[in-house]
């Protein structure tokens, strides 16, 4: 059986080797891509991100079994992030998920972010994509981060859980980084420990102020004991729920597919400019001063034979 | 881009002292290569099904319970079933001279018993991954 035929009927052989193919830019990515494009936008889709440490790998394997036993098969991607120094990675989420290893009905895969940034790598959502057609009912994505700018994973999942832990910082550390406008699940874990309780009331404060359409709820955890995930899980399909009757599972769809193009755009128009002769003249005026960046890029668009205008119109 | 070295980093057996696999994985890292590890007490069946998931390039073995005569072959075995002997196999560990013929006859590519400097398991796994 061939590797597209492979992952359209859910082998795990051909899904691993698709992505593969997908996260290296291999020979056959365009036709894998095409083959199971028209299958996807199935899946729900569940990001969990938050600082290192706060037990997101450990929620994960206990949302695995509830959804295991619910009859739901499921995905997870686990990103971490690559060594900017070496480029290489070790990916460890995988430790907290190990008694799922044997189960054909759960698929997890790690992937370096690859030094893409917002936490997430170039080609996490083309490995969704593939997931999604090899008929995960649920794709979960764990991701790294703490602030709004590093949370790429709100654009991309239906439902984002926020995983935050007593005794890193107090609610208007929180407002700053923006976490407030990401999270459509709070789960306080380590519940366990000193502080939770304080957490829980500065983040309920902090709601309070918020006039969103969608209230966040919080749960409780204790991760490591398997406490408060049913509660957990109930939550985020409450969510789901709300999700699909307000359409913004198609809103999301649309914007993925957009972030998709915007990445392609964007790699291969600096490789196209990278490629142009001028291009190391250019590097070298720009060294002198003699070229301000802003300028360099408008005059490479126009050898190019584009037409870039970066200065916004009078109103 | 080219490509990355994927290397899992596994643990078979019942001794819990994961140093030397923590150390090898350390290294690896730097030398740019991505590294899944998995934790202590792995068995054979659950190694085999986490190298195909994340379509590894290598699989690196390290046992000190004395078992790995019977677990390094066993990981070697369960691949072929699944039509992934292309997988590097590798071992790691307190493992005596007299052991190391029979298991390289099973499939277990190279071993680096504690103390080999992490360089050579680096180049080792550079110049036998296969393309
Ligand atoms: N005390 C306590 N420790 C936990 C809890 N959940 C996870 N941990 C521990 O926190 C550490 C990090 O967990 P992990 O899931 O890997 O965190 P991640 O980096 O966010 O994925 C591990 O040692 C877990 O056992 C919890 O609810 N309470
Ligand atoms: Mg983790």
Known sequence: MDIISGVLAGQTRALAKAITVVENDRPGKKELLRAVFPQTGKAFLIGITGPPG????????????????????????????SSPFSGGAILGDRIRMQQ???????????????????????????????????GKDVIIIETVGVGQDEVDIVKIAHTTVVVMVPGLGDAVQIAKAGVMEIADVFAVNKADRD?????????????????????????????????????????IYKHWDYVRQAGIDQQ??????????????????????AAHPGYGRLLDELAAKRVTPLEGAE???????LNCNWEKREE | MAKRIKVLIAKPGLDGHDRGARVVARALRDAGMEVIYTGIRQTPEQIVATAIQEDVDAVGLSCLSGAHNNLFPKVVQLLREQGADDIL???????????????????????????????????????????
């Open chain 1, 252 to 273: 999301k769809f649309r914007s993925n597919v957009e972030r998709e193009l915007i990445t392609y755009l964007t790699d291969g128009i600096v490789s196209l400019a």
């Open chain 2, 89 to 131: 196999v590798f071992g790691g560990g307190i493992i005596p001279d007299a052991d190391i013929p029979g298991l390289k006859q099973a499939g277990i590519r190279a071993i680096f018993r504690p103390g080999t400097p992490t360089e050579e398991t680096i180049r080792f796994i550079n110049e036998n991954v296969s393309e």
């Open chain 1, 299 to 305: 005059k490479l668009f126009q050898e190019l034979g």
């Open chain 1, 54 to 81: 706060a037990g997101k790998s450990t929620l994960t394997d206990k949302l695995i079994s509830r959804l295991r036993r619910q009859g739901k098969t499921v995905g997870v991607i686990a990103v971490d992030p």
């Open chain 1, 100 to 134: 799922h290893a044997l189960d054909d009905g759960v698929f997890i895969r790690s992937m370096a972010s690859r030094s893409h940034l917002g936490g997430l790598a170039k080609t996490t959502v083309d490995v969704i994509h593939l997931l999604d057609a090899a």
């Open chain 1, 195 to 235: 502080g939770a309780g304080k957490l829980v009331n500065e983040l309920r404060a902090m709601l309070e102020m918020s006039e969103a359409a969608w209230q966040p709820e919080i749960y409780q955890t204790v991760a490591k004991n398997d406490t408060g995930i049913d509660e957990l899980l109930a939550g």
